[in-house]
């Protein structure tokens, strides 16, 4: 028999959680009508947005349901490979965007791989705070200042996803350093806050990957 959590804060985080997963696909459907401009790319974003996607939805189960401690274990270790997988999917995205599909290829399976190892070690060690310190911070850091060279070299695009990378290293800090609850009595706590940076952080890169591959398609037919 299942047994739902009924925890106010628990509920609040898989309400959250669900919002996130419907912006995660309404952003897999908003890329998809320019998917054919640019296939390499369009797949990539997809991918990046279906790891958000997945990642929220163990994240619902784990908040909604009442498991056994391992069983937690294994799904806070999904939450994470998932997560660091998005963390490596963006710097290939940023690659790409900065200095060519050429670069972006020839990194693509190293640097997915480099991830895998890296939770791999944290799944041993149990330091989810070392992963984060050396691996997705550093990740988004990169993203920051590639889309912020691009933003000023005018690149279409490249200031939507530059404030989503911004808006999701937020999240990433809200989620790593603040307390259980914002409030005392508040069932908004930090996993909630950290749900809704990303649903932000999406819709921003949503409009920026479209606008970059409405741009695409301008310069192929011009």
Not at 194 to 199: S, V
């Amino acid at each position: 028999m299942v047994n739902i959590v009924h925890s106010p804060i628990a509920q609040c985080s898989v309400v959250t959680a669900l919002f996130l997963a419907l912006v995660s696909a309404g952003s897999i459907c908003g890329i998809s009508q320019y998917h054919h401009k640019d296939p390499w790319k369009g797949r990539l974003w997809a991918a990046i947005f279906g790891l958000v996607l997945f990642s929220v939805g163990v994240g619902a189960v784990y908040f909604s349901i009442d498991i056994s401690l391992n069983a937690k274990i294994v799904l806070q270790q999904i939450m994470l490979f998932f997560s660091v997988q998005f963390s490596a999917f963006l710097i290939v995205a940023a690659v790409d965007d900065y200095f060519g599909r050429h670069s972006a290829k020839r990194i693509f399976y190293p640097l997915i791989s480099a991830a895998t190892v890296f939770c791999f070690i944290a799944f041993i060690f149990q330091e989810r705070i070392t992963l984060f310190a050396y691996f997705e911070l550093p990740a988004l850091i990169f993203s920051f200042f590639i889309y912020l060279r691009l933003e000023l070299r005018t690149k279409p695009g490249a200031g939507w996803i530059l404030l989503g990378v911004v808006l999701t290293l937020i999240g990433f800090f809200v989620q790593e350093n603040m307390s259980e609850e914002l409030n005392p009595g508040c069932p908004f706590d930090k996993d909630s806050a950290f749900y809704l940076f990303q649903i932000l952080a999406l819709l921003n890169f949503t409009k920026g990957i479209r606008k970059s591959l409405r741009l695409h398609e301008i310069v192929k037919g011009s």
